[in-house]
């Protein structure tokens, strides 16, 4: 442990370092010692203010360590070695270093302690992700990869002129709570919302996730929506507004996770669903709802990147993640299909399971504030996710109608950072007072109480039973290769569509506009150049008599005007 | 002696003129020289450091009483640049013997008399900037112009003969003026002594003497200081003058005649008399803004780059006396800060045109070729200086310029502050012209041009990341400049 190191930096520039690292067992065996060495560094600090320097008479603490920071800093850690793991026989250097690189950048977002690190943190964090989705090599990556940059460079943009309000203003850079009031918080809370996905401004996740690489996904997943929720929890806690959007998002995107046949963008749906939940919870703001916001960004990170890291396998062995081409890999898959269904208890908040330990703190939170409309929503939206995520991602992946496929079981070490994934996720839902134990603030809540959990029972049971309901009669949405439009359509057909009119017209304009001033400037180019070329009247030598003659003149004017 | 900082400051560089005369070319008077320099820069200092320790040093020259004796009186601001002069005197001269021997036109024999022109007019510059009395303003002036004239007409190019005897001219004239407006003055109040003449103007203010007084003295200052349109003889003189001296003058003479109307319209007449009462900024506000504007033009089209940066010289001193014009704490912050960071850019640049033309032999533009991958050094140091003349962020030019452009906003006046960019991308092309064709144009075949000996380019060098560091630190260029803006307008402690 070296004092004051932020372990970030381990992270940043260790995954630089093992470029120079011969590929193979070595640099593989480096990159797991990377986040090992950053957890153990981060373990040894105490909380705290570390490495502040002073810049421009701001004073920025790039290192802050308190119960918030900690908690996402040691779920980061865990998600970086999971990545690593179920990476080990990955052979790319490109996803190598993004792979370390964008968790190192996530991790010194939720340890800054100033605005201008963390807009820093925030930057690297969206450049060096997009890797993450370009290693896939295909042109639809590609322009995924590049709609995915400009969203979050936007993001970045918009925090960075909300920052330079806010220092203008206050003059202070420290990141504290912000609130709606303060200066430049409109901003940066739009910023901090297109990284959360907000509704309207989620589009970038479906699009960007699902088409990252198999481990890119599994990366991208854990990070940067984890630290928008880590931002909005330390900058804008108790907004009310926030129930209202994170109510919005826990909703809308069951319907399109029911309809989608990608079953990597389905969970790309879900997560936003689970983000709502966390959202909720920091609009509540009480220390319940904001242990509950953290504790299940938590959770959700582990089982969110078991679930991916599932599909992933199912990508990686039979070709395709389509739930209308896939069916019957339980066969092939016996360890990924439990590892799956682990997952899909512990989304869907099975008692025993995470979720259920992490997200009765927010429902409680809401039932105590007398939050009820909201409270309900988020009880539907429990049963949604089941239905979409905890039965349909098995279902149509594992079971269902056999498609035929016979591959092999995942790979080892894919298979053993989902164990270890589904170990987390059950050890937490067992031991509840272990993850309780590192949440900001002291929690006296017992999930497993009997209303709860025979409740929860009943709200599954009475969800799987409609899901069984609807498929055996039919009614369930087939799985389809279909598109399914979503708010983006507007500003990725509609919007271009309607432009290429106007676009054209303002062309025509344009270059009409371009020609005369272009003469315009030619003109006076030759004006000035009269004048003051070289052998122009400005920069002529005169003759001693002329310039005398000047000063005289200039004598004369002064007289005159100072003696009126 | 200590206490004698302020006389030896004067005595040294004005003895060891006569010394170089009598020492043979070459070295020695070369190291004699540089040694009175440095000393001078030295002593530049300790009374920096005093001054801002314990505030005004008042010396009185043989002991005489004030009004009867000479008084020497060092405050913020004539430390200040007491402190420019003699730092770029030092570091001019540092840089100065190779040029000396082989680009002037002098024989060998009587190169000694180019080292006693230099140490007079040294002496010249730091002697008006440090008395007290107006008269002796009025000497130590012809002591700086006479020698100069001597130091510019020794240039290679013939042409440097019509330079120097036309600045001659003007320069007298300019002399002349001061000289009569002094009088006038003296008529009036019966006394040379700055402080004596500020405590007892007030009461003659109102007459036409002292109003004929002010003429002169403005037209006269603004001719030493070749404010637009009064400029004519500047860009001659520096262009074809030996890089030496045009990198001295351009960073020092110009800077000394502003301080002398700072020195005369704000400690002499007051504020209030000459810009309340007069409205000298009518003046010189519309000279300023055609000034910055009509020249940075004219350096546009420039094909000679000695004479493209003579004329920015004459852009960048309108810019101090915009500040000055703006009668506020920034902008005279800004107008004396510039003082320091264009001595510091112009001398950077001067000088790295001096190692060009030392090898190419000749400053004209299309002689530039290639020069970048051939002296790289040299060309750094020159975009280096370019950069701060443009006024890029962290350098010393940013710094003066965002206090003008503050000090004009402050005011309302967002039109000058406008005008103050738009004419900042002027400076971004005359500089780019020379990088284009350094860097970017392939060397005429057969042309052999090695890198500048180090003599040349370590003062050189200095003067350009001189440039970088006070971009960045600014106690020294803006806390000193603010001080002394603040005691010109009495607000300050």
Same mark, same amino acid.
């Given at each position: 442990?070296?004092?004051? @190191?932020?372990?970030?930096?381990?992270?940043?520039?260790?995954?630089?370092?093992?470029?120079?690292?011969?590929?193979?067992?070595?640099?593989?065996?480096?990159?797991?010692?990377?986040?090992?060495?950053?957890?153990?560094?981060?373990?040894?600090?105490?909380?705290?203010?570390?490495?502040?320097?002073?810049?421009?008479?701001?004073?920025?603490?790039?290192?802050?360590?308190?119960?918030?920071?900690?908690?996402?800093?040691?779920?980061?850690?865990?998600?970086?070695?999971?990545?690593?793991?179920?990476? =080990?026989?990955?052979?790319?250097?490109?996803?190598?270093?993004?792979?370390?690189?964008?968790?190192?950048?996530?991790?010194?977002?939720?340890?800054?302690?100033?605005?201008?690190?963390?807009?820093?943190? &925030?930057?690297?964090?969206?450049?060096?992700?997009?890797?993450?989705? =370009?290693?896939?090599?295909?042109?639809?990556?590609?322009?995924?990869?590049?709609?995915?940059?400009?969203?979050?460079?936007?993001?970045?943009?918009?925090?960075?002129?909300?920052?330079?309000?806010?220092?203008?203003?206050?003059?202070?850079?420290?990141?504290?709570?912000?609130?709606?009031?303060?200066?430049?918080?409109?901003?940066?809370?739009?910023?901090?919302?297109?990284?959360?996905?907000?509704?309207?401004?989620?589009? &970038?996740?479906?699009?960007?996730?699902?088409?990252?690489?198999?481990?890119?996904?599994?990366?991208?997943?854990?990070?940067?929506?984890?630290?928008?929720?880590?931002?909005?929890?330390?900058?804008?806690?108790?907004?009310?507004? @926030?129930?209202?959007?994170?109510?919005?998002?826990?909703?809308?995107?069951?319907?399109?996770?029911?309809?989608?046949?990608?079953?990597?963008?389905?969970?790309?749906?879900?997560?936003?669903?689970?983000?709502?939940?966390?959202?909720?919870?920091?609009?509540?703001?009480?220390?319940?709802?904001?242990?509950?916001?953290?504790?299940?960004?938590?959770?959700?990170?582990?089982?969110?990147?078991?679930?991916?890291?599932?599909?992933?396998?199912?990508?990686?062995?039979?070709?395709?993640?389509?739930?209308?081409?896939?069916?019957?890999?339980?066969?092939?898959?016996?360890?990924?299909?439990?590892?799956?269904?682990?997952?899909?208890?512990?989304?869907?908040?099975?008692?025993?399971?995470?979720?259920?330990?992490?997200?009765? @703190?927010?429902?409680?939170?809401?039932?105590?504030?007398?939050? =009820?409309?909201?409270?309900?929503?988020?009880?539907?939206?429990? *049963?949604?996710?089941?239905?979409?995520?905890?039965?349909?991602?098995?279902?149509?992946?594992?079971? *269902?109608?056999?498609?035929?496929?016979?591959?092999?079981?995942?790979?080892?070490?894919?298979?053993?950072?989902?164990?270890? *994934?589904?170990?987390?996720?059950?050890?937490?839902?067992?031991?509840?007072?272990?993850?309780?134990?590192?949440?900001?603030?002291?929690?006296?809540?017992?999930?497993?109480?009997?209303?709860?959990?025979?409740?929860?029972?009943?709200?599954?049971? &009475?969800?799987?039973?409609?899901?069984?309901?609807?498929?055996?009669?039919?009614?369930?949405?087939?799985?389809?290769?279909?598109?399914?439009?979503?708010?983006?359509?507007?500003?990725?057909?509609?919007?271009?569509?309607?432009?290429?009119?106007?676009?054209?017209?303002?062309?025509?304009? &344009?270059?009409?506009?371009?020609?005369?001033?272009?003469?315009?400037?030619?003109?006076?180019?030759?004006?000035?150049?009269?004048?003051?070329?070289?052998?122009?009247?400005?920069?002529?030598?005169?003759?001693?008599?002329?310039?005398?003659? =000047?000063?005289?003149?200039?004598?004369?004017?002064?007289?005159?005007?100072?003696?009126? | 002696?200590?206490?004698?900082?302020?006389?030896?400051?004067?005595?040294?560089?004005?003895?060891?003129?006569?010394?170089?005369?009598?020492?043979?070319?070459?070295?020695?008077?070369?190291?004699?020289?540089?040694?009175?320099?440095?000393?001078?820069?030295?002593?530049?200092?300790?009374?920096?450091?005093?001054?801002?320790?314990?505030?005004?040093?008042?010396?009185?020259?043989?002991?005489?009483?004030?009004?009867?004796?000479?008084?020497?009186?060092?405050?913020?601001?004539?430390?200040?640049?007491?402190?420019?002069?003699?730092?770029?005197?030092?570091?001019?001269?540092?840089?100065?013997?190779?040029?000396?021997?082989?680009?002037?036109?002098?024989?060998?024999?009587?190169?000694?008399?180019?080292?006693?022109?230099?140490?007079?007019?040294?002496?010249?510059?730091?002697?008006?900037?440090?008395?007290?009395?107006?008269?002796?303003?009025?000497?130590?002036?012809?002591? /700086?112009?006479?020698?100069?004239?001597?130091?510019?007409?020794?240039?290679?190019?013939?042409?440097?003969?019509?330079?120097?005897?036309?600045?001659?001219?003007?320069?007298?004239?300019?002399?002349?003026?001061?000289?009569?407006?002094?009088?006038?003055?003296?008529?009036?109040?019966?006394?040379?002594?700055?402080?004596?003449?500020?405590?007892?103007?007030?009461?003659?203010?109102?007459?036409?003497?002292?109003?004929?007084?002010?003429?002169?003295?403005?037209?006269?200052?603004?001719?030493?200081?070749?404010?637009?349109?009064?400029?004519?003889?500047?860009?001659?003189?520096?262009?074809?003058?030996?890089?030496?001296?045009?990198?001295?003058?351009?960073?020092?003479?110009?800077?000394?005649?502003?301080?002398?109307?700072?020195?005369?319209?704000?400690?002499?007449?007051?504020?209030?008399?000459?810009?309340?009462?007069?409205?000298?900024?009518?003046?010189?506000?519309?000279?300023?803004?055609?000034?910055?504007?009509?020249?940075?033009?004219?350096?546009?089209?420039?094909?000679?780059?000695?004479?493209?940066?003579?004329?920015?010289?004459?852009?960048?001193?309108?810019?101090?006396?915009?500040?000055?014009?703006?009668?506020?704490?920034?902008?005279?912050?800004? /107008?004396?800060?510039?003082?320091?960071?264009?001595?510091?850019?112009?001398?950077?640049?001067?000088?790295?045109?001096?190692?060009?033309?030392?090898?190419?032999?000749?400053?004209?533009?299309?002689?530039?070729?290639?020069?970048?991958?051939?002296?790289?050094?040299?060309?750094?140091?020159?975009?280096?200086?370019?950069? /701060?003349?443009?006024?890029?962020?962290?350098?010393?030019?940013?710094?003066?310029?965002?206090?003008?452009?503050?000090?004009?906003?402050?005011?309302?006046?967002?039109?000058?502050?406008?005008?103050?960019?738009?004419?900042?991308?002027?400076?971004?092309?005359?500089?780019?012209?020379?990088?284009?064709?350094?860097?970017?144009?392939?060397?005429?075949?057969?042309?052999?041009?090695?890198?500048?000996?180090?003599?040349?380019?370590?003062?050189?060098?200095?003067?350009?990341?001189?440039?970088?560091?006070?971009?960045?630190?600014?106690?020294?260029?803006?806390?000193?400049?603010?001080?002394?803006?603040?005691?010109?307008?009495?607000?300050?402690?």
């Amino acid at each position: 442990m070296i004092d004051g @190191l932020n372990p970030a930096l381990v992270l940043v520039c260790g995954s630089l370092l093992a470029l120079l690292i011969p590929q193979g067992l070595l640099r593989s065996g480096f990159l797991l010692a990377l986040p090992a060495l950053s957890l153990i560094q981060l373990l040894g600090l105490p909380d705290g203010q570390y490495a502040q320097i002073e810049l421009f008479r701001l004073t920025l603490t790039t290192l802050r360590l308190d119960g918030l920071s900690f908690a996402f800093a040691l779920v980061f850690h865990l998600a970086a070695l999971l990545a690593v793991i179920y990476a =080990w026989n990955l052979r790319d250097p490109v996803q190598q270093v993004a792979g370390l690189l964008y968790p190192g950048a996530a991790l010194g977002a939720v340890l800054a302690g100033d605005l201008v690190t963390l807009f820093i943190c &925030w930057e690297l964090a969206a450049v060096s992700s997009v890797f993450l989705i =370009w290693a896939r090599r295909t042109e639809r990556a590609y322009r995924a990869g590049l709609r995915y940059l400009v969203v979050q460079v936007g993001s970045g943009v918009l925090l960075l002129a909300g920052i330079i309000v806010h220092i203008q203003a206050t003059g202070s850079a420290a990141f504290e709570h912000l609130g709606l009031d303060s200066p430049g918080a409109t901003l940066i809370l739009v910023a901090f919302g297109i990284k959360a996905a907000f509704p309207l401004l989620h589009n &970038w996740l479906q699009d960007a996730y699902p088409e990252a690489t198999v481990t890119g996904t599994v990366v991208l997943s854990a990070f940067t929506t984890k630290m928008a929720i880590y931002a909005l929890a330390r900058g804008f806690a108790g907004t009310e507004m @926030l129930i209202a959007i994170g109510t919005l998002m826990a909703m809308f995107p069951i319907f399109f996770a029911v309809i989608e046949n990608d079953l990597r963008r389905v969970l790309a749906y879900s997560m936003n669903n689970q983000l709502g939940f966390m959202v909720v919870g920091i609009g509540i703001g009480t220390p319940l709802a904001l242990d509950g916001a953290v504790a299940h960004a938590f959770a959700d990170i582990l089982f969110k990147a078991l679930l991916f890291m599932s599909m992933g396998a199912v990508l990686l062995r039979a070709g395709t993640v389509n739930g209308s081409q896939l069916g019957g890999l339980y066969k092939s898959m016996p360890l990924t299909t439990v590892f799956c269904i682990v997952g899909a208890a512990s989304i869907s908040a099975f008692p025993l399971f995470s979720a259920f330990v992490t997200k009765s @703190l927010i429902l409680e939170a809401a039932a105590q504030e007398g939050h =009820w409309v909201a409270f309900l929503f988020l009880l539907f939206a429990s *049963a949604g996710v089941f239905h979409h995520a905890g039965i349909k991602i098995p279902y149509f992946a594992f079971f *269902a109608h056999d498609s035929g496929i016979r591959c092999r079981e995942a790979p080892n070490h894919m298979l053993i950072a989902m164990g270890i *994934a589904a170990a987390l996720c059950i050890g937490i839902g067992v031991f509840p007072d272990a993850l309780y134990a590192i949440l900001p603030y002291p929690v006296a809540f017992d999930p497993y109480t009997t209303t709860h959990v025979i409740a929860q029972l009943q709200l599954l049971t &009475w969800s799987a039973l409609a899901f069984s309901v609807l498929v055996r009669t039919g009614i369930y949405p087939p799985e389809l290769r279909s598109v399914n439009l979503d708010f983006d359509w507007f500003y990725r057909r509609l919007l271009p569509a309607a432009s290429t009119r106007v676009w054209t017209l303002a062309l025509r304009g &344009w270059e009409a506009f371009n020609a005369g001033v272009t003469r315009r400037v030619e003109a006076l180019i030759a004006v000035l150049s009269r004048h003051h070329g070289p052998h122009g009247l400005l920069a002529a030598t005169w003759p001693s008599g002329s310039m005398v003659l =000047w000063a005289v003149l200039l004598l004369g004017v002064c007289l005159v005007f100072y003696y009126l | 002696m200590i206490a004698h900082l302020p006389a030896l400051q004067v005595i040294i560089p004005l003895v060891s003129a006569p010394l170089c005369a009598l020492l043979p070319a070459g070295r020695a008077v070369w190291l004699a020289a540089m040694t009175a320099s440095w000393l001078a820069f030295l002593i530049a200092v300790l009374l920096l450091d005093r001054v801002l320790a314990h505030g005004p040093i008042s010396y009185l020259m043989g002991g005489w009483p004030v009004p009867w004796g000479i008084e020497y009186r060092v405050d913020a601001l004539n430390a200040f640049v007491l402190l420019i002069v003699a730092a770029i005197g030092a570091v001019v001269i540092t840089f100065g013997r190779e040029i000396v021997e082989r680009r002037i036109r002098l024989p060998e024999s009587k190169q000694s008399w180019f080292y006693t022109a230099y140490m007079l007019c040294l002496t010249g510059l730091l002697g008006i900037t440090i008395t007290g009395d107006a008269f002796n303003v009025f000497v130590f002036l012809e002591i /700086s112009s006479l020698s100069s004239y001597v130091l510019i007409s020794i240039g290679r190019d013939r042409r440097a003969l019509t330079a120097a005897y036309q600045y001659l001219i003007m320069g007298t004239i300019g002399a002349t003026f001061i000289l009569i407006g002094i009088g006038l003055l003296y008529v009036m109040t019966g006394t040379l002594n700055m402080g004596d003449l500020a405590a007892r103007i007030p009461a003659v203010a109102d007459t036409r003497t002292i109003h004929a007084a002010f003429a002169f003295l403005t037209v006269g200052v603004c001719l030493k200081l070749a404010l637009f349109p009064l400029h004519l003889w500047l860009p001659n003189a520096y262009a074809y003058a030996p890089s030496v001296v045009t990198a001295f003058l351009a960073a020092t003479a110009t800077k000394v005649a502003i301080y002398v109307l700072l020195r005369f319209f704000f400690t002499i007449f007051g504020a209030t008399f000459s810009f309340e009462t007069m409205e000298l900024d009518r003046v010189l506000l519309p000279l300023a803004l055609v000034g910055i504007f009509s020249a940075s033009v004219v350096a546009i089209f420039q094909d000679n780059v000695k004479r493209m940066l003579a004329y920015s010289s004459v852009a960048q001193i309108g810019y101090m006396i915009l500040g000055i014009s703006l009668v506020s704490v920034t902008g005279l912050t800004a /107008s004396i800060s510039h003082l320091f960071n264009h001595a510091l850019m112009k001398g950077a640049l001067f000088m790295a045109l001096g190692c060009v033309s030392f090898r190419v032999g000749a400053a004209k533009l299309e002689r530039m070729a290639g020069v970048g991958r051939t002296m790289p050094w040299t060309m750094g140091a020159f975009v280096i200086g370019g950069l /701060s003349l443009i006024g890029v962020p962290l350098t010393a030019g940013f710094v003066s310029k965002w206090y003008l452009v503050v000090g004009a906003l402050e005011k309302g006046w967002w039109p000058v502050a406008v005008l103050v960019l738009i004419t900042s991308l002027l400076a971004v092309i005359y500089v780019w012209r020379v990088v284009e064709v350094a860097y970017f144009k392939p060397a005429p075949a057969g042309q052999v041009v090695r890198e500048a000996p180090l003599a040349l380019l370590i003062p050189t060098w200095a003067l350009a990341l001189a440039n970088l560091y006070f971009g960045l630190d600014t106690s020294l260029n803006v806390g000193v400049a603010r001080r002394a803006a603040e005691m010109l307008l009495g607000v300050g402690p």
